[in-house]
């Protein structure tokens, strides 16, 4: 059973927090996730006045790079799938045309 955010340290719960109001960087030719945009995240520490910003920056950042691979890994699987339905049974038609 996957564990609730409840579960984790105070530190944590505020690095997921911080990380979620930190909009997400997509690229817009293939739709891969390229991870958070950084440049808020020194906004949101003032804003919400974090006393420990390199702390909860370590955090956000190991849970970026886990969503990161979960995405990636994710796509992967999903062009995996497509591929092998794609190749899997079925005719390939070949025409000739003669102009």
Excluded: C
């Excluded at 970026?64 to 339905?85: C, I, N, P």
């Amino acid at each position: 059973m996957p564990l609730d955010r409840s579960e984790f340290p105070e530190e944590v719960q505020v690095a997921f927090f911080i990380s979620d109001q930190i909009s997400d960087n997509w690229d817009g030719m293939s739709g891969s996730y390229l991870g958070k945009n950084w440049l808020q995240a020194g906004q949101l520490f003032k804003l919400y006045d974090i006393p420990n910003p390199k702390e909860i920056l370590y955090f956000m950042q190991l849970y970026d790079a886990y969503l990161m691979k979960k995405r990636f890994e994710d796509a992967e699987r999903k062009r995996e799938a497509r591929e092998k339905k794609h190749s899997a049974g079925g005719k390939t038609y070949t025409h000739n045309v003669k102009g």
